[in-house]
Antibody
Framework: EVQLVESGGGLVKPGGSLRLSCTPS????????MSWVRQTPGKGLEWVGR??????????DYAAAVKGRFGISRDDSRNTLCLQMNSLKTEDTAVYYC???????????????????WGKGTTVTVSS | DIQMTQSPSSLSASVGDRVTISCRAS??????LNWYQQEPGKAPMLLIYRASSLRSGVPSRFSGSGSGTDFTLTISSLQPEDFATYYCQQSLSTPYSFGQGTKLEIK
């Protein structure tokens, strides 16, 4: 069974930095695309960004709200995914989930994707 | 960016009821639409991908339909464990986007 465990959440002041980690078990991370999704208190889900597998280029994509402030990286040798968060704002307060992103054949020529396995999440609070 | 709008935002129903949740995309997303269920205090869980494909292990009372801009999640006969919040999500292109959620409550 694939499991994901996030860590690194906590309380940080506005303008500060925090580094989240995600460690999968039951899967070799090097073959898997990974994403971060956050959920603000009492609200819905917001996609933060993702990183492709190295065999697919290892490139990253980000939501506009975090682009330039957040960075996603992967260390496949340690089976670890990281989310480096800089210049944090109060609106970044959320539960952060890491997920695996799986590809499926859509039948239309382009592949589709879904977020398959989710971690339990780690809470980030940005407050003075 | 693609906006996703769900309706209703909340819904009261009884065990055994048939319920339908709608999701609309701001532009055509073909069938690149996923549905997730989130129980209170837990992480979301994938139910349906590609608009109508049931994830392995998900009960057959869940079904999805639609393409283009309009999609539907149907639960044919509500069970006690189905009272949760449901989200649609488009995966046509990044930035991926979710609907605001539909909270299904016991009547």
């Amino acid at each position: 069974e694939v499991q994901l465990v996030e860590s690194g959440g906590g309380l940080v002041k506005p303008g500060g930095s925090l580094r989240l980690s995600c460690t999968p078990s039951g899967v070799t991370m090097s073959y898997v695309w990974m994403s971060w999704v956050r959920q603000t208190p009492g609200k819905g889900l917001e996609w933060v960004g993702r990183i492709k597998s190295k065999s697919d280029g290892g490139t990253t994509d980000y939501a506009a709200a975090v682009k330039g402030r957040f960075g996603i990286s992967r260390d496949d040798s340690r089976n670890t995914l990281c989310l480096q968060m800089n210049s944090l704002k109060t609106e970044d307060t959320a539960v952060y989930y890491c997920t695996t992103e799986m590809e499926y054949y859509s039948g239309s020529g382009s592949p589709g994707y879904y977020m398959d396995v989710w971690g339990k999440g780690t809470t980030v609070t940005v407050s003075s | 960016d693609i906006q996703m709008t769900q309706s209703p935002s909340s819904l009261s129903a009884s065990v055994g009821d048939r319920v339908t949740i709608s999701c609309r995309a701001s532009q055509s997303i073909s069938s690149f639409l996923n549905w997730y269920q989130q129980e209170p205090g837990k992480a979301p869980m994938l139910l349906i991908y590609r608009a109508s494909s049931l994830r392995s292990g998900v009960p057959s009372r869940f079904s999805g339909s639609g393409s283009g801009t309009d999609f539907t999640l149907t639960i044919s006969s509500l069970q006690p464990e189905d009272f949760a919040t449901y989200y649609c999500q488009q995966s046509l292109s990044t930035p991926y986007s979710f609907g605001q959620g539909t909270k299904l409550e016991i009547k």
